[in-house]
């Protein structure tokens, strides 16, 4: 990135979380543009309204470009490459083509890729296809829950502004804590994109140690699983769903104690109980309010990216097998999962 130039970031995939994130980091004096199938072309050729949650606002996103070919990002001087597409689009043959293609566009140059597809260990995956180094390459998650407004017609709490809230492409809230985290598995890019994302002023990024990005994403999926056998309960009554709940919690434990989620997770595996878990849940739901968090769960985990989520399930199974762990309560759960 040179001195004369704003910073340039390419998101590939223009979703409701690529959407929130080029909103962001546009008011960081930030060059945004996407990469989208051509399906995709004609929403973008019109601002995105955004309803943000948190103050009953709506927000107009109308400074970036877009790319409907992924050749078209080779020689293009990107600074950041954001990844958002979820884990099966990106694992697939075309993801696969993709992901090759940002690595010839990146490899031998100071661009940067960041990785917000949730799997398990998806890093050494991504390195494997792109031929990309570790120093280039670190993962990302996206705390901002988000949504786009047309898939599905959530149930409204107040303050929340219905009329406004119809007039929306895409809705979000920002409530729990920082609203985008990087791992340090390449410090230098962790740092820089952080530096450049809270420059917006607007929402904030954090660093994360590797292994506790692991423990604050992967467990939950258990529970995911859970709510979708019982239904999509309110996570303040989950903790009275017996037997379902108790061996979700028991699963959860397991996954917390997967190497990858190192010493961090097996603390957190003694600490986590059944009572613990279930009012730790029913706090958030709180704080994300007025955002409906299990109807927003029951739409994006149950249906959106259920494929992706059960594979996450299936690979925390099988590595968590070839590390000689009798993971005896997740297999149960996978197998209730797959047979509802």
Request: proline content about 4%; some cysteine.
């Amino acid at each position: 990135m040179t001195q004369d130039r704003l910073p340039r970031v390419l998101i590939v995939g223009a979703g409701a979380m690529g959407i929130v994130v080029g909103h962001f980091l546009s008011q960081a004096e930030v060059q945004v543009s996407f990469l989208v199938r051509p399906h995709r072309a004609e929403a973008l050729n019109r601002p995105q309204v955004l309803y943000c949650y948190n103050d009953n606002q709506l927000k107009t996103f109308k400074e970036y470009t877009y790319l409907t070919e992924p050749a078209e990002i080779i020689n293009a001087n990107f600074d950041y490459i954001l990844i958002t597409l979820d884990a099966v689009a990106l694992m697939n043959e075309v993801g696969q083509n993709l992901a090759k293609t940002i690595g010839q566009a990146v490899r031998q140059t100071s661009a940067k890729v960041l990785l917000g597809t949730v799997f398990y260990d998806l890093k050494p995956w991504f390195l494997q296809t792109s031929g990309l180094s570790t120093e280039q390459v670190t993962n990302a998650l996206l705390f901002v829950h988000a949504y786009a407004k047309k898939a599905v017609a959530l149930p409204v709490h107040p303050p929340t502004d219905q009329n406004l809230l119809d007039k929306a492409d895409f809705a979000y809230i920002d409530s729990l804590g920082p609203g985008f985290v990087v791992d340090d598995s390449s410090p230098t890019v962790a740092k820089s994109f952080t530096e450049l994302y809270n420059g917006c002023g607007v929402s904030t990024c954090a660093i994360m140690p590797a292994a506790q990005l692991a423990v604050s994403t992967l467990p939950i999926f258990a529970v995911f699983a859970a709510c979708q056998l019982l239904d999509w309960p309110k996570f303040q009554d989950i903790g009275s769903k017996g037997e379902t709940w108790s061996l979700a919690v028991a699963a959860v434990k397991e996954i917390q104690g997967l190497r990858i989620c190192g010493e961090l997770g097996q603390q957190a595996a003694e600490a986590t109980s059944e009572a613990g878990l279930a009012a730790s849940l029913t706090g958030m739901e709180k704080v994300m309010l007025p955002l409906d968090l299990q109807e927003f769960y029951r739409y994006h985990h149950g249906g959106k990216v259920n494929d992706q989520d059960r594979e996450l399930l299936r690979a925390c199974l099988t590595n968590g097998e070839a590390e000689g762990n009798p993971m005896s309560a997740l297999r149960e759960l996978v197998q209730r999962v797959e047979q509802h």
